[in-house]
Nanobody
Framework: VQLQASGGGLVQTGGSLRLSCAASGSILSIDNMGWYRQAPGKERELVALITRDSRPEYADSVKGRFTISRDNAKSTVYLQMNSLKSEDTAVYYC????????????????WGQGTQVTVSS
């Protein structure tokens, strides 16, 4: 199973970006999909996650500005980021939790490669 993230880049304060992350491989189901971020000198933190039945959760710092969604048929998660601030600058990582490959396999977690988001003032 591989996670391929895309959509990062450089944007001005107040701008928008949309991140995408597609899971590929032999996948039966994915429980949670989400986005984490890590800024220089800081620990990785949860930005948003979404359950298999599309219930979202957000970090307080992004509520009202970011929207997470997923397409189960495509095993893809999206993060629409609006009203970006300089403090949103970080490497963003997608995460798939509770991935089941077969009916009897144990659940596993996977991480995608990071994508840089830079918000300039």
């Amino acid at each position: 199973v591989q996670l391929q993230a895309s959509g990062g880049g450089l944007v001005q304060t107040g701008g928008s970006l949309r991140l995408s992350c597609a899971a590929s491989g032999s996948i039966l189901s994915i429980d949670n999909m989400g986005w984490y971020r890590q800024a220089p000198g800081k620990e990785r933190e949860l930005v948003a996650l979404i359950t298999r039945d599309s219930r979202p959760e957000y970090a307080d710092s992004v509520k009202g500005r970011f929207t997470i969604s997923r397409d189960n048929a495509k095993s893809t998660v999206y993060l629409q980021m609006n009203s970006l601030k300089s403090e949103d600058t970080a490497v963003y990582y997608c995460h798939a939790g509770g991935v089941r490959i077969t009916v009897t396999s144990r659940l596993r977690d996977y991480w995608g490669q990071g994508t840089q988001v830079t918000v300039s003032s």
